[in-house]
């Protein structure tokens, strides 16, 4: 499986990257959602977005909006992964066609568990 991990903390971006590699994903990554959707545009086939909501360029909810509006793109799963913890924010993203949410700081237990309810956690890993 495929995963694209979007933020504009390079650092965000290695542990997101990391845990996710752990779980069996081969990751590519993007600082901010322009490049992400230019390599989604592009052809970079995935099966799951990471998505941080404040980034410089075009933020998190911009791009959940641009992929939900792609038809092309409709398929990919998209996570939120972000400190916005009001649940006005949740249910705006939420509403904008993100599948799941979480909030940073959190756990490679709890990233997992969010993959696992939406069905992404490579088979090799649920058993």
């Known amino acids: 499986m495929r995963a694209l991990v979007v933020d504009d903390s390079r650092t965000m971006r290695r542990i997101v990257a990391k845990i996710l ?15 992400a959707l230019d ?3 592009q052809g970079d086939a995935v ?9 410089p360029v075009m933020d998190g909810l911009e791009l959940v909006g641009h992929v939900r509006k792609n038809r092309d793109l409709r398929s990919v799963t998209l996570m939120m992964v972000t400190t916005e913890a009001e649940q006005s924010q949740i249910v705006r993203a939420l509403a904008a066609g ?17 993959l696992d309810l939406l069905g992404l956690v490579p088979l090799e890993e649920t058993a």
């Open 98 to 114: 993100a599948h799941e949410y979480l909030i940073k700081p959190f756990t490679a237990e709890e990233l997992r568990a969010k």
């Open 47 to 55: 099966d799951l977005v990471t998505v941080d909501w404040n980034m």
């Open 39 to 41: 390599a989604l545009q």
């Open 21 to 35: 590699e752990g779980l069996g994903y081969e990751t590519s990554q993007a600082e901010n959602g322009q490049e």
